[in-house]
């Protein structure tokens, strides 16, 4: 081989170019360091989530690389610099699902590996105070008018995380005759089918007892489907009733309103109709000839009316008071007395 030939050799080996895509060196074209392939970066509180949608990532990528598989190569041979880029490569896409804090923490370390082995040794230990957080939002967890697969979907990922906290149990035994990991899993999906029944709304009580009343009690995925069932045959029954008190209150409230509104367009023409009359009797408007009060007289209610049926009164009064009108009440009185001393100057001594 040629000095040229060499170089051009090594020059493929160093940029990908002829690479089997078999091997676990090979990089696709479009792979470049700073993409996002997580639905979420990581945080101090979401490591569970984000270690599991990185490890399917990477599992369909470069896995070998982070668990330690492919170990780096030594200088000067072969796959030394396949592996240093596909080792750049995967360190790329790792901290680049980082919030900056976590990615500052780990931007001198030199490899993948290392960078993978840290994160788990920081946050993927067992957190009690994480599971008893999970613990009480799974036992306040209800559905609370939403529909049974929003709900169900809550409580599926609070038992996932569950799980990967407070793992259960599994036997390690070899050719286990006892079957305890079948038990135990049995024993899991009972106490998940209660927290989901336990949830349910008031509306939800007869399908619960017909459920609790089968022997034996149904699988979770089947009592997911009778739950789901019973709500979208209550959806459908409500969906054909007829409204009849609403249609009844918007019916009588547009009659109302055209009432009003035929009673305010009188008013205001019967207000305007008068208001176009003129009395040519006492030159004001409001009224015609035949309705003035100055021709046919004042009702009793008319204020000026009153007013002259209180001093009728008075007068009246003063009359009772005074029976000769020409004289005061002074003069009256001695009219009186002077009619009294009279008679007793007549009567025999």
Not at 54 to 77: P, Y
Not at 101 to 125: C, P
Not at 293 to 318: R, S
Request: glycine letters at 4%.
């Amino acid at each position: 081989m040629t000095g040229g030939a060499a170089k051009d050799k090594d020059i493929r080996e160093g940029s990908g170019v002829g690479i089997d895509q078999k091997s676990p060196y090979y990089l696709h074209p479009s792979d470049v360091p700073k993409q996002l392939h997580v639905n979420e970066v990581l945080l101090d509180s979401n490591f569970n989530d984000w270690n599991q949608e990185m490890e399917n990532f990477l599992f369909a990528k470069k896995i070998d690389f982070v668990d330690g598989t492919l170990q780096k190569q030594e200088k000067g041979k072969p796959d030394y610099m396949p592996w240093m880029r596909c080792d750049a490569m995967v360190k790329g896409w790792l901290t680049t699902a980082m919030e900056k804090g976590i990615r500052d923490s780990v931007k001198y370390v030199t490899s993948e590996a290392e960078i993978w082995t840290d994160l788990h040794e920081r946050f993927g230990k067992e957190s009690s105070p994480r599971a008893f957080e999970l613990k009480q939002k799974l036992a306040a967890t209800r559905k609370d008018g939403s529909s049974v697969s929003t709900y169900y979907t809550n409580l599926r990922t609070l038992w996932d995380e569950t799980s990967s906290i407070l793992p259960f149990p599994k036997c390690s035994c070899n050719n286990c005759s006892c079957e305890v990991g079948k038990r135990l899993s049995e024993y899991q999906e009972k106490e998940h089918l209660y927290n989901f029944l336990m949830g349910l709304d008031g509306e939800f009580s007869v399908i619960k007892t017909q459920i609790l009343a089968t022997k034996p009690i149904p699988s979770l995925s089947t009592v997911y489907h009778l739950v789901a069932e019973d709500e979208r045959q209550r959806t459908i029954s409500n969906d054909k009733r007829t409204p009849v008190e609403p249609a009844a209150f918007k019916t009588f409230q547009s009659r109302s309103k055209n009432f009003d509104l035929a009673k305010e367009k009188s008013v205001s023409k019967t207000f305007k109709d008068k208001k176009d009359e003129d009395c040519t009797h006492c030159n004001k408007n409001g009224h015609k000839r035949e309705g003035c009060f100055k021709l046919v007289g004042y009702p009793d209610w008319w204020p000026i009316k009153k007013n002259e049926m209180h001093k009728t009164m008075a007068a009246h009064v003063e009359v009772e008071e005074r029976p000769i009108p020409e004289l005061t009440k002074e003069k009256y009185q001695m009219f009186i007395n002077h009619f009294k001393n009279s008679s007793i100057d007549e009567e025999p001594s």
